[in-house]
């Protein structure tokens, strides 16, 4: 701890000194070659680790399309799980951006783990790329550094109400959906937009994440034109299945959800009439989805769905906000600047934009669940019935009117009596 | 006995180093993280390895002092007395563990206490004006007792550090006190204790609270080590895993939850790096506990390596014969 210089550290600081100065002439052309150091949190073990398999096969296919450049830049992937909970998130954001120092972050996938890590992510001024659909992180309580270019929870179902109450002219609906943030904001959406229109949600039910049976939910439904369920992973099987042995015969909606493409090779016949709304459908005929439907064939055999899609969407968004930005992604506020400025036509899901709290405007595909059409050897296919373009996050309310109101809930909207 | 303490000494100055020797904050943190769920580990061994109550509704403990932080916090309060009602939430929680599930013993204690932890969990995830439910509460700041910010992950280690070894003092002195042998006589003959005059029940009770204690102190740094607590952290498998601490470590030792709470975070966060199936490998590795070291890894590793010691003098005829067949007397088995 001496201060005083001995004489061979001199000679050495010395060196180093001038070493670095020989170093500067080539240092620029080293930072330009430098890898883009790109970190993707997602969840590969646990309840949740089906989506975020998918995840993260999204992400390699458009890394494998591109040949691992983004923005002109060689690529670097940081694949971390955290598990499917909030302490993981937190401790694998700080695994990639303190030893891995990624420049920035694709995923979380849950809510929660975007609540977890959210601070973090200011603090350490990290771009990311969320699916986490938490709905106040770009409403209430926006992030700065949280681009979403996948969809807020609400922003498909508040769609599908305006498309109940008015192309279905449905009067009464009972949503079901599992007991959590994205349920709830699922189905508050749903039931804001359908009350809008003149529609009228009877009963809301709130089976656990985890229910074995659903039976006793399904006994309460009716005196009803719908039933609207929310459900998220493999949990629309089950449901479907045994809304169907219970003989029940109203008409089901789904949310993004809810009828996913990736199950539509597990569906039977159970599934037909479903109607859903969702940010990505497979039908979209389009050389973006094309391009990644093949590849995800290519390379993983898989039928995609969105969460894989919403994943390559988020890695093109990087990509042309690299490219905007000359690959200088030195001054991070720069960069979320220009990233919030991409605009692009070509992805999986048709065009897409940002609004002014980095949440995505984009189109939302109204689908049916039929025969008619289906592709890549699946016996069921999600047909699009109708498409709305440049949806965003409020629907149709006025951006100021919309956020007066508080977050949707189990308890907002209340339930009317009707 | 020197050598005993020649080597706590030096473990603790170890400890003391780790902020300087590993210069990757990352790797600062994860050392933090051992030592909240060190603390955690500890307060479940004083029930499950000196009382042979296990529980199996600890995060819920542990949880209780967490929101109660959290929601101090969020509401405005200081750190002072966010920590405060941290503790007092964490000891009434207890309290409130304690007499239920202490009517019970055996399964049916087990049964009480998941049960319990449940509901706790359950308020966290439905109330929602409360809890945020599963979105969970956000923590804007960490404390900075005596002006020393904890916002750096060396000044949130050094803080885990006190208090950590002020639970492993604590413990050690608790499990070693006339209390610590009167909690280790009702586990090995309850009624036996009941005819010699202790108040059974009683004891329990307060070894219940000492245990609960330290979930709440380890539940208040793992909300600032986080800054941020929602349900997932008071679930089953939380109680789980600090069970699982305990146990691969070794129950009933001091350094068997320590060196447990190490194996547990490090497979999970550091391995998981490298080995995408990282949850197999843990389970491998308790297999492979119970298979060689049913006891623990700390009980097991000392078994073996006075073993290996005693066959190497066997090998040395001479020293063998000189010298009696003095057997180590060995600390007797809790």
Not at chain 2, 230 to 255: D, K, R
Request: glycine share 10%.
């Amino acid at each position: 701890m001496s201060r005083t210089v001995s004489r061979r550290k001199l000679l050495a600081s010395t060196a180093a000194g001038a070493a670095a100065v020989a170093m500067r002439f080539p240092a620029p052309a080293i930072a330009q070659a430098a890898p883009f150091r790109l970190g993707l949190l997602t969840v590969k073990t646990g309840p949740l680790a089906q989506g975020g398999i998918l995840m993260e096969q999204g992400v390699l296919t458009y890394l494998k399309e591109k040949n691992y450049t983004l923005g002109g830049r060689k690529t670097d992937l940081f694949t971390a799980d955290t598990g499917g909970n909030p302490a993981g998130a937190k401790t694998k954001a700080q695994e990639l951006v303190e030893r891995d120092k990624v420049d920035a972050i694709v995923g979380p996938l849950a809510a929660f783990e975007l609540y977890a890590i959210s601070e973090y992510i200011i603090q350490q001024k990290m771009p990311t790329l969320s699916l986490a659909a938490a709905d106040n992180l770009t409403q209430r309580t926006p992030n700065p550094f949280l681009l979403r270019a996948s969809a807020t929870s609400s922003q498909a179902t508040q769609p599908l109400g305006h498309y109940a109450a008015t192309e279905l002219k449905h009067k009464r609906t009972v949503t079901v959906s599992e007991d959590f943030a994205f349920g709830h904001e699922q189905m508050g959406g749903y039931q804001a937009a359908f009350a809008k229109d003149g529609g009228c949600v009877v009963n809301k039910l709130w089976p656990p994440l985890v229910t074995p049976d659903y039976t006793p939910y399904i006994a309460q439904i009716g005196d009803c034109d719908s039933v609207c369920q929310g459900f998220a992973g493999s949990n629309p099987l089950r449901f479907m299945k045994q809304y169907a042995n219970a003989g029940m015969k109203y008409p089901v909606l789904a949310g993004e959800a809810g009828a996913d493409d990736f199950l539509l090779k597990s569906f039977g016949d159970e599934a037909l009439g479903l109607v859903s709304a969702a940010p990505y459908t497979l039908d979209l005929e389009s050389d973006g989805n094309q391009r990644f439907v093949s590849g995800m064939l290519k390379n993983f055999d898989a039928i995609p769905g969105q969460y894989a899609a919403l994943l390559y969407g988020n890695c093109q968004v990087l990509d042309a906000g690299l490219h905007a930005a000359g690959g200088d992604i030195s001054d991070k506020e720069k960069f979320m600047a220009v990233l919030k400025n991409v605009s692009l036509t070509d992805t999986p899901r048709g065009p897409l934009k940002f609004d002014h709290l980095n949440n995505v405007i984009g189109t939302i595909y109204i689908r049916r669940t039929g025969r008619e059409g289906a592709k890549y050897g699946l016996k069921l296919w999600n047909k699009t019935i109708k498409t709305y373009e440049n949806v965003s996050q409020f629907w149709t309310w006025p951006e100021r009117e919309f956020l007066a109101h508080p977050v949707y809930s189990r308890d907002y909207p209340p339930l009317m009596k009707c | 006995m020197t050598v005993r303490y020649a080597l706590l000494a030096a473990a603790i100055l170890a400890l003391i180093a780790v902020p300087y020797a590993i210069t990757e904050q990352y790797y600062v943190n994860i050392a933090s993280q051992i030592l909240l769920y060190a603390v955690f580990a500890l307060g479940l061994n004083i029930l499950v390895g000196y009382g042979g109550l296990v529980s199996l509704g600890h995060a819920g403990l542990s949880g209780a002092a967490s929101y109660a932080a959290a929601y101090l916090l969020a509401a405005g309060h200081g750190h002072v007395v966010a920590i405060a009602g941290a503790l007092a939430a964490g000891l009434l929680t207890t309290a409130g563990f304690a007499a239920l599930s202490l009517r019970a013993s055996g399964i049916s204690f087990i049964m009480i206490t998941l049960a319990l932890g449940e509901i706790i969990w359950g308020l966290a995830y439905r109330w929602i004006s409360i809890t945020n439910g599963d979105n969970g509460i956000s923590v804007a700041t960490r404390p900075a007792p005596f002006g020393l910010s904890l916002a750096s992950a060396d000044g949130f280690y050094d803080a885990t550090l006190i208090v950590f070894l002020i639970a492993v003092a604590a413990c050690a002195i608790f499990v070693h006190s006339p209390f610590g042998a009167a909690l280790a006589g009702t586990r090995d003959q309850p009624r036996r204790m009941n005819a010699l005059g202790f108040h059974v029940w009683m004891v329990r009770f307060w070894a219940f609270m000492f245990s609960g204690l330290l979930s709440a102190v380890a539940g208040i740094l793992f909300v600032y080590y986080n800054e941020f607590i929602s349900p997932q952290a008071l679930a089953l498998t939380a109680s789980a895993e600090g069970l699982l601490m305990v146990i691969s470590g070794g129950a009933g030792t001091l350094l068997g939850p320590v060196v447990g709470a190490a194996l547990v975070v490090i497979v999970k966060n550091v391995v998981s790096a490298y080995i995408a199936r990282w949850n197999f490998l843990l389970g491998a590795i308790f297999v492979l506990i119970v298979v060689f070291m049913p006891e623990g890894l700390v009980p097991g590793s000392v078994r073996l390596f006075r073993a290996a010691w005693r066959g190497a003098r066997r090998r040395k005829p001479a020293a063998a014969a000189a010298a009696p067949a003095s057997m180590p007397a060995g600390e007797p088995k809790p």
